[in-house]
């Protein structure tokens, strides 16, 4: 039965699958509570990195005000060592050590670490084969999504093109308004934005072709679609006037909008194509289509499609939907990591997956 897992020692009755929660951050603790109320699922453990979250009822972490009676643990060994069917696992930082002693002590991984949706794309072939080596000494399997990537480089463009026979171009784009982004230093002096525009910092570009290079090639891979190299490029564009926005003022002349292109090409044509967007005002200078926070997909091919997808939440409350766009695609395809081949997984291999809700 699909969504049940069968437990022979308890004489066959029906048992939901038990889950380890690793991570507490914004995405973590969405997920903590998804997984809390989840019909298939039994939360047995909670792996956290802070001193002060060490010893803290589950139901505390999740915001529930619900005590379950599993307590928070930095105890690795413990938590290795625990009789567990998956690891919800979302770390800020990918640890291939850790994870392969997850995988070998037979649990299954559903991780939202970016690097993960593909990992024979996106990782070195040695870390890859180390993987799959611990997927087939714990016989379990490794899988990772998320919300970008994940739902909308490998789920909804694949929904979408099931109403085409021909493609010319797919163009996935991410919006990102931060007008009311009260966050100075993120806007000011990590991103740039405010600042007089010089040469383009080129790690930007690299960074999101490696997140969005492998889920575009995978996606022409399985629609068939010939592909030869994957490109990145950044642009900023100023504001054309003086603007105050949350975080602050924004001079004219000044970096007030930055966009991130990354294609898969066919000689000098993008097939395939992402494009993130972020933008602190439409006052530009720059003829950019902006869209409001969210996404779109734009298909040219026989049954050309346009299709918005926004968020209607005010803008005060994005900061706390939007984890749970990251983390519900990973809690609602535990059932079906649990019941795959083992391996290192991607969607390609799970087919649709239909989410059962509380």
Not at 29 to 51: I, K, N, Q, T, Y
Not at 158 to 166: D, H, K, P, Q, V
Not at 179 to 195: A, H, I, N, T
Not at 224 to 240: F, K, L, M, N, Q
Request: glycine share 8%.
């Amino acid at each position: 039965m699909v969504g049940i897992r069968y437990q022979a020692d308890l004489g066959g009755f029906l048992v939901p699958y038990r889950v380890v929660q690793w991570a507490t951050g914004n995405i973590g603790r969405r997920s903590l509570r998804a997984s809390l109320a989840h019909p298939d699922l039994e939360v047995v453990g909670v792996r956290v990195f802070g001193a002060d979250k060490v010893g803290v009822d589950a139901g505390e972490l999740a915001g529930t005000g619900a005590h379950t009676g599993v307590t928070a643990t930095d105890d690795v060994d413990a938590l290795v060592a625990l009789d567990a069917d998956c690891v919800l696992h979302m770390p800020s930082r990918l640890d291939v050590d850790e994870l392969c002693r997850l995988l070998a002590s037979g649990k299954n991984v559903v991780s939202t670490c970016a690097e993960l949706v593909h990992v024979r794309r996106a990782l070195p072939a040695e870390v890859a084969d180390r993987l799959e080596s611990a997927c087939k000494e714990g016989d379990v399997s490794l899988f990772a999504t998320g919300s970008s990537p994940g739902f909308i480089s490998d789920v909804f463009p694949i929904a979408l093109l099931f109403l085409e026979r021909s493609l010319d171009t797919l163009l996935i784009e991410e919006f990102a308004d931060l007008s009311q982004r009260d966050s100075p230093k993120l806007l000011f002096e990590v991103m740039g934005m405010g600042r007089r525009p010089g040469a383009v910092d080129a790690r930007r570009a690299e960074h999101m072709r490696a997140s969005f290079g492998p889920p575009l090639e995978a996606l022409a891979e399985r629609i068939g679609v010939a592909i030869d190299r994957v490109e990145a490029t950044t642009e900023v564009a100023v504001a054309s006037r003086r603007v105050t926005i949350a975080a602050g003022d924004i001079e004219a002349g000044c970096i007030a909008a930055q966009r991130t292109t990354v294609d898969a090409l066919a000689g000098d044509d993008a097939r395939l194509s992402f494009r993130a967007t972020w933008y602190c005002t439409d006052a530009l200078d720059a003829d950019w289509p902006l869209g409001a926070t969210g996404w779109r997909v734009t298909v040219e091919g026989d049954a050309p499609l346009k299709v918005d997808v926004a968020f209607p939440v005010e803008p005060d409350q994005l900061g706390a939907m939007t984890p749970g766009l990251t983390a519900h695609p990973a809690v609602n395809s535990v059932v079906a990591v649990c019941a795959a081949r083992p391996g290192v997984l991607t969607s390609a291999d799970l087919g649709v997956i239909v989410p059962r809700l509380a």
